[in-house]
């Protein structure tokens, strides 16, 4: 049973505009949510997260929006940059387990020029 | 700069041949997680050590065990590698007590089972 889920394995947009990407999860005991990016042969790395009292949380060019009730939760990249092209993983975390973080199967994102 | 590393980054090994994969990390946070990545799936935690404590994963096979001998170190151990354990093997670490804090990833250990 996957709780947290990315629907879209890829994305292609043009550089300068706007990338949203999506996850959907089922758990309520999710408190922690984060979006990690990663490039080829390299680790993820965290890009920005949001706490589940909140519904949005902006850094840089790089915004992420919690919809509680809808159990769903988007980062939107604007402007997108070629460099910004990489696989971006939403995770979860749950309220009582140590950190415990469940990540969904990824998004390719990427930016043409 | 404080960082997360994985030796080795691509480690080979014949089926049924133990194999160890270490992890070492100098941000000194005191929880330590073992993540598996197949392809084109999402990361799955394997376990994690909150300090000294050993945390398993309901559905971690018992193939895997791992080791934390310091803060600093930490290491992944397959005792009879089969085909379906290769994969990425992913090494990450948090500071537990803080309000919200990320995890933070080495590049992984790509394992692959001959």
């Known amino acids: 049973d996957q709780q947290v889920k990315q629907n879209s394995p890829s994305l292609s947009v043009q550089e300068g505009r706007i990338s949203i990407l999506n996850c959907d999860y089922t758990?309520?005991?999710?408190?922690?949510f984060l979006w990690y990016k990663k490039y080829p042969a390299e680790g993820p790395t965290f890009l920005i997260s949001?706490?589940?009292?909140?519904d949005k949380n902006e850094d840089g060019r790089f915004t992420v929006f919690l919809n509680k009730s809808a159990k769903h939760l988007s980062l939107h990249i604007v402007p997108s940059q070629p460099g910004d092209s990489a696989v971006y993983f939403c995770?979860?975390?749950?309220?009582?387990?140590?950190?415990?973080?469940?990540f969904g199967q990824g998004t390719e994102l990427s930016v043409k020029p | 700069d404080a960082m997360v590393i994985q030796n080795p980054r691509y480690q080979v090994t014949q089926f049924g041949k133990p194999v160890t994969l270490s992890c070492s990390q100098t941000?000194?946070?005191?929880?330590m997680y073992w993540y598996q990545q197949k392809s084109s799936q999402a990361p799955k935690l394997l376990f994690h050590?909150?300090?000294?404590?050993?945390?398993n994963e309901a559905d971690t096979p018992d193939n895997f065990q791992s080791r934390r001998p310091n803060t600093s170190f930490c290491f992944l151990d397959i005792r009879s590698p089969g085909l379906g354990d290769a994969a990425m093997y992913l090494c990450?670490?948090?500071?537990?007590?803080?309000?919200?804090?990320?995890?933070?990833f080495g590049d992984g250990t790509r394992l692959s089972i001959l």
């Open positions: 050590y909150y300090d000294k404590d050993f945390n």
């Open positions: 941000l000194n946070h005191n929880v």
């Open positions: 995770a979860a975390r749950f309220s009582n387990q140590g950190g415990k973080l469940i």
């Open positions: 758990n309520s005991m999710f408190d922690y």
């Open positions: 990450a670490t948090s500071r537990a007590g803080g309000k919200n804090q990320p995890q933070h």
């Open positions: 949001i706490s589940s009292i909140k």
